[in-house]
């Protein structure tokens, strides 16, 4: 079983930078496309970026030029770093990750969330 664990969370004022981690554990075959989302109170849960194993990104038009996702896979890790922090960020981030194991079962796996509270 795979399990992922955010990091970084916390409280920023506008216009700051924040960097968040996300690292993968248990047995670990194969992990293909990750990714990070947020959750703001009252809203849907959305995609922020997302990144391919071959790190191929792409980006929500909300943060894009703002923030910058990147993954090391031999320590089965992403990061999203996060600046020019807005108000409108504030929200649980998730990490997102499909799992391959060695007879192409495919599962996605989800983090628990970390929080991200910016400041006005």
């Known amino acids: 079983q795979v399990q992922l664990k955010e990091s970084g969370g916390g409280l920023v004022q506008a216009g700051g930078s924040l960097g968040l981690s996300c690292a993968a554990s248990?047995?670990?075959?194969?992990?293909?496309?990750m990714a990070w989302y947020r959750q703001a109170p009252g809203k849907q849960r959305e995609l922020v970026a997302t990144?391919?194993?071959?790190?191929?990104?792409n980006y929500a038009e909300s943060v894009k030029g703002r923030f910058t996702i990147s993954r090391d896979n031999a320590k089965n890790t992403i990061y999203l770093r996060m600046n020019n922090l807005k108000p409108e960020d504030t929200a649980v981030y998730y990490c997102?990750?499909?799992?391959?194991?060695?007879?192409?079962?495919?599962?996605?796996?989800w983090g628990q969330g970390t929080q991200v509270t910016v400041s006005s």
């Open positions: 997102n990750a499909v799992h391959v194991t060695d007879r192409a079962y495919q599962s996605d796996v």
């Open positions: 248990g047995v670990i075959f194969r992990l293909d496309d």
């Open positions: 990144i391919t194993r071959g790190d191929t990104e």
